[in-house]
């Protein structure tokens, strides 16, 4: 998937972070961390014990290259911030006609290493996650390294693309109050926390759904080509690379739907299928499945 010639990228849609001091990485202390983090809107320093972080750099200046689509389709940290910008027009759209609430954007910070927040301090293991207090994206551009390295996932724009606008999702359930659910019923199958991850996967899906469709307030330009086949596949690779069994049975050898926090690896495939083939906000509602999907099965080896 690309980003179509002609559409202007705001440089300062994002802001920039990081470099020096503590990073938790490597080895198995480090996979472990970015696990438990991934994709979570939760204080991120209670897992990698904070510590000196970077401060932000105002994203005129990191970002200054990303302005065109040529950008957004070559550099990553550039595609980050073209995401961020379709996917505040889908929600600015979205988020009213099926609610009735008004949609904030989120910040975005794009770091390298280690980044303060108002959760506190995050590293490169804490992977990609939401701050509710400041209502801020946190991305570590080089977690995508990660997901296809060590999880296996594809590599394709729309893995990358999935990740962002996953949690976005986080942020839209903020203005629906609904994400305290996941610290409410933390683990379990069918717990609040897996429902709050499998419906910002939804959302990430009913983003893909309109991608193409939106357009660049600045030039009337539509933000995307028309997805394909390949594209869908690489979102459903970075969905399954990091479903709850199959992360348990890498890294313990067995899978335990009572210790989930995101779901499996089909039910994170299946419900941004959701979001996509619907494109509609109430086809998202997890809170109200009686069925979320496969679980997998209890199985022991690597």
């Not at 970002?63 to 940290?77: G, I, L, S």
């Not at 949609?103 to 280690?114: A, E, H, S």
Request: proline residues 5%; glycine residues 16%.
């Amino acid at each position: 998937m690309s980003f179509n010639e002609g559409i202007r990228i705001d440089p300062g849609r994002a802001s920039g972070g990081g470099g020096g001091g503590l990073a938790i990485g490597g080895g198995l202390g480090g996979v472990v961390v970015l696990i438990v983090a991934l994709f979570l809107g939760v204080d991120p320093s209670s897992l990698t014990g904070g510590g000196q972080a970077g401060s932000a750099a105002p994203g005129e200046q990191q970002f200054a290259h990303c302005t065109t689509a040529e950008a957004a389709n070559t550099d990553v940290d550039c595609r980050i911030a073209a995401t961020a910008e379709s996917l505040d027009v889908v929600w600015a759209n979205r988020l009213p006609d099926a609610t009735g609430v008004e949609y904030v954007p989120p910040g975005l910070q794009i770091f390298q290493g280690q980044t303060s927040t108002a959760c506190g301090g995050a590293t490169s293991a804490t992977g990609p996650f939401y701050c509710p207090p400041d209502a801020t994206v946190y991305i570590d551009s080089s977690f995508f390294d990660v997901l296809t390295q060590q999880f296996g996932s594809s590599g394709g724009p729309l893995a990358q693309e999935y990740v962002g606008a996953h949690e976005c999702g986080h942020h839209t359930q903020t203005h629906l109050g609904v994400l305290g659910a996941s610290q409410q019923d933390p683990d379990g199958a069918g717990s609040g926390a897996v429902r709050v991850e499998l419906q910002a996967d939804c959302y990430a899906g009913l983003w893909a759904h309109d991608a193409a469709s939106s357009v660049d307030p600045e030039t009337g330009i539509t933000f995307l080509e028309p997805l394909t086949d390949n594209d869908i596949a690489d979102a459903l690779s970075a969905a399954s690379a990091v479903g709850d069994d199959r992360i348990q049975a890498k890294t313990q050898g067995r899978v335990d739907p009572e210790a989930w926090t995101h779901g499996s690896s089909a039910q994170r495939q299946l419900w941004f299928t959701t979001g996509y083939q619907t494109g509609q906000v109430a086809a998202c509602d997890t809170f109200a499945a009686a069925d979320l999907g496969p679980t997998g099965e209890r199985r022991s080896g690597g």
